[in-house]
């Protein structure tokens, strides 16, 4: 389900794909056991193709994620490109490919370099759950123990 989507042309060159966002830990796409800011700055560009199918860039793309208590901090480079089709039935099926930060509300953020699906219903619930070849290169836990 990537990082939370911002509007962005379908035309032309990239453009400003920075935006904030905040999970309290009860909040059901917690990340960590805590209350956590992010800020992710780069650019992006997400090109609309026909049957319901996009390709987003995000070039120059990094995530900044921080404990809101304690303001510690990391930063992640993340800019891989994301392949979506959605079908007749609402499931959306993401193909990820190269270094793309993500997560889910079920298994928290990311890391992953490689060539990586997944998909979800149009109630962003998990239909299938993450594949691929490559590396998961940070998972949840070690993204939320460099924040303790």
């Known amino acids: 389900m990537g990082l939370p989507s911002v509007a962005a042309a379908s035309s032309g060159a990239p453009g400003d794909g920075s935006y904030s966002f905040d999970s309290p830990s009860a909040d059901v796409f917690a990340l ?47 800019t891989g490109t994301f392949h979506d089709t959605t079908d007749e039935n609402g ?14 509300k079920n298994t928290g953020p990311v890391l992953i370099i490689g060539d990586y699906t997944w998909a979800w219903d149009d109630s962003g619930n998990v239909t299938q759950h993450l594949t691929g070849q490559g590396q998961i290169s940070l998972t949840p836990w070690d993204i939320c123990a460099m924040l303790r």
């Open 32 to 78: 960590c056991p805590f209350a956590i800011h992010a800020d992710v700055t780069g650019k992006i560009k997400v090109n609309s193709l026909p049957n319901s199918r996009s390709i987003t860039i995000n070039p120059g793309q990094y995530a900044t994620i921080a404990k809101t208590e304690t303001r510690k901090q990391v930063t992640l480079n993340s």
């Open 91 to 104: 499931i959306t099926t993401e193909h990820m490919t190269g270094r793309t930060l993500t997560w889910d």
